[in-house]
Every structure is written in structure tokens, then in C-alpha cells.
């Protein structure tokens, strides 16, 4: 029975949203192609009649997720409390594929890596429009710092097998973020002077 034109694209849309939630939770070589595809709920046959390969189901995958993360908090401390939260920590099939995959990502294709570089490009663009700072390279470079850091500090709280080390890592990776945040503020209100600012 032949499958419509809707019905291909929905079925896309539901294989790439199983993978982008397994290799989160376990890592691209971890997961094959049947475990995701049985996770959404498709024959194993069917995988070729929309990628090419593993590898291009990944790099989709991958840019699929970088696309859906809308509804980011417009303020750099609120983005900071929710980033760094156990809730996120917790749950890696959901959460940020950067903390998730990062370390993973030298290791694959091209494609691969150009999708993770132009996710990573527009969160540091995201980050620079809600930075503190007097001019775009200050902002762009309190961007760079402060998503290092939330995505460093969350990989650290999530490695670790101490519960007190872990929730500790959030907690003073959030309170220097807040720091610096209201450093950089007050520099640009004109409270402090200016050479502060790094």
C-alpha cells in the first residue's frame, strides 16, 4: 500500500524526534538504526526510504533538535536557572545536545559536525543578544563564557556519581554566572568602571 506524500513527512518527523531523544540519552554509536526506528514505532526495512545512512539520519537528527529548541528564556539569568537545573541534569533525552554530544561530535562526519557548528553559532548568537555588555564583542564574548561554562558545568553535575558534588556544580556554576551577569550590568549602568570588563 502506497504512503502518502503527509504520511512520509510525519513519519520523518517521528523518526528523527526517536533519534534526537536516544542519542541524547545513550550517544550516536550507542543506538542503531532498528532500536530507533522500532522506537517510532517503524519496520527497520523502511529507513532507507528517508536517509540516506546512519550518518545522515544523525546530522537530520541533530538539526531537527537545534530547530525545536524554541521557548528560551529572554533574560540570561532565567536561561542560566533553567540550564542548570537537576531537572535538566537529570533528563538527557531531553536536554541540551550540546552537554549531550559534544565530545561525540569530533568523532562523526562532516554533516555531522557542520550541524552541531551551526547550532553552536546560533546559541552563541542567542546567548549575545541577552548578554550584558557595552558593545557587541563584549556581549558576544560574555556569550561565549557564559554558554561554556552552563554547558561545562552541566556535563561536570551529570559525570559525576556524588550527588553533593553534582547539585554543588549547578548551584556555583549559576551563582558565578550570576556574578559576572551583574558585574557586567552594573559596568554598563555606569556603576563601576570600566576597566572591569574583561
Known sequence: MRVSRGQVLENKRTILAAAGRLFRERGFDSVTVAEIMKSAGLTHGGFYGYFNS??????????????????????????????????????????????????????????VRAAMTAG????????????????ERRRRRAAIGTWAAMVGGLILARMTNDPELSDEILNETRAWLAAQNQKKTKTRRGKMPSRVIG
Request: with cysteine; net charge negative.
Open 54 to 111: 546512519k550518518d545522515d539520519l544523525i546530522a537530520q537528527a541533530v538539526a531537527d533538535v537545534l530547530e525545536s529548541t524554541g521557548g528560551l528564556p529572554t533574560e540570561l539569568m532565567a536561561l542560566a536557572d533553567r540550564y542548570l537545573s537537576t531537572t535538566h541534569r537529570d533528563n538527557l533525552a531531553i536536554g541540551c545536545l550540546f552537554a549531550a554530544l559534544s565530545s561525540e561530535t569530533i568523532r562523526q562526519s562532516g554533516a
Open 120 to 135: 553552536l553559532k546560533q546559541r552563541i548568537g542567542y546567548v549575545s543578544g541577552i548578554a550584558p555588555g557595552p558593545d
